[in-house]
C-alpha cells in the first residue's frame, strides 16, 4: 500500500514559520480531505487539522492547513518550543479503498 | 467527556494471536467510524483498520489483510481487533481512534495505546 509523502524533518527557529508538505495523488490528496496529526514525546496523536483546512477547538490558529492539486501542506507560524513533536498526514485513498498515512516529519525548533 | 482505553495487549511468540480491546465512553459509540491505528518502536504511524458503526462495514491496511478481523460490540461501546499469524512486523503500540464525520481518516479523540510484542 502506498503511503503519503513528507520530508522525514523540519527545522526552523522559535518565532518563524514552517511548512510541512504531504504528497499523494488524485486518488487520495486530490479528491478528499486531508487531516494533519501531530505527536509529542511520549505522547498518543492529537488532531490538527480536519476536513483540509478547519482547526478543532482548542487548537491555536498559528497551526494552518491547505491543499493544492495532489499536495498539501501544513504550516505553522510563530514557532514555539513546545511545537517540537512529529507531524502526520492522512487521508482516504479511493482506489485503494485504505486510509494513507504521511510517513511523519520530526520538527525541531532551533 | 470522550474516553477510549486499549487493553489486551502483552508478549506473545510469533504465529500467535492476541485479541485487543478499546472501552468507549462518553459518546454514542454505535454512531461513530472506529479505528486502530499502530505504530512500530520508534517508526511512523501506520493505519490498521476501520469500522463503520454499524460493524457492517471493514476495511484493513494490506499488511494486516487475512490476519487482523476488526470488530464491534455496541452493547457493550467496545471496540475489538482479533490478532492472528502475529510476527515481528506487528510489534507496535496499538491506538484505538474515535472517527468523526463519517470519515476514516479523520481521528478526533485517541486512547493511550497498548503494546504489543511479537517476539521469540
Known amino acids: 500500500q502506498s503511503v503519503l509523502t513528507q520530508p522525514p524533518s523540519a527545522s526552523e527557529t522559535p518565532g518563524q514559520r514552517v511548512t510541512i508538505s504531504c504528497s499523494g495523488s488524485s486518488s487520495n490528496i486530490r479528491n478528499n480531505y486531508v487531516y494533519w496529526y501531530q505527536q509529542l514525546p511520549g505522547t498518543a496523536p492529537k488532531l490538527l487539522i480536519y476536513r483540509t483546512n478547519e482547526r478543532p477547538s482548542g487548537v491555536p490558529d498559528r497551526f494552518s492547513g491547505s491543499k493544492s492539486g495532489t499536495s498539501a501542506s501544513l504550516a505553522i507560524s510563530g514557532l514555539r518550543s513546545e511545537d517540537e513533536g512529529d507531524y502526520y498526514c492522512a487521508a482516504w485513498d479511493d482506489r485503494q479503498s485504505a486510509v494513507l498515512l504521511g510517513g511523519g516529519t520530526r520538527l525541531t525548533v532551533l | 467527556e470522550v474516553q477510549l482505553l486499549e487493553s489486551g495487549g502483552g508478549s506473545v511468540q510469533p504465529g500467535g494471536s492476541l485479541r485487543l480491546s478499546c472501552a468507549a465512553s462518553?459518546?454514542?459509540?454505535?454512531?461513530?467510524?472506529m479505528t486502530w491505528v499502530r505504530q512500530a518502536p520508534g517508526k511512523g504511524l501506520e493505519w490498521v483498520s476501520g469500522i463503520s458503526g454499524s460493524g457492517t462495514i471493514t476495511y484493513y491496511a494490506d499488511s494486516v489483510k487475512g490476519r487482523f478481523t476488526i470488530s464491534r460490540d455496541n452493547s457493550k461501546n467496545t471496540l475489538y481487533l482479533q490478532m492472528n499469524s502475529l510476527g515481528a512486523e506487528d510489534t507496535a503500540i496499538y491506538y484505538c481512534?474515535?472517527?468523526?464525520?463519517?470519515?476514516?481518516?479523520?481521528?478526533?479523540?485517541w486512547g493511550p495505546g497498548t503494546l504489543v510484542s511479537a517476539s521469540s
Open positions: 481512534a474515535k472517527g468523526e464525520g463519517g470519515s476514516y481518516a479523520y481521528w478526533d479523540y
Open positions: 462518553g459518546f454514542s459509540f454505535s454512531s461513530y467510524v
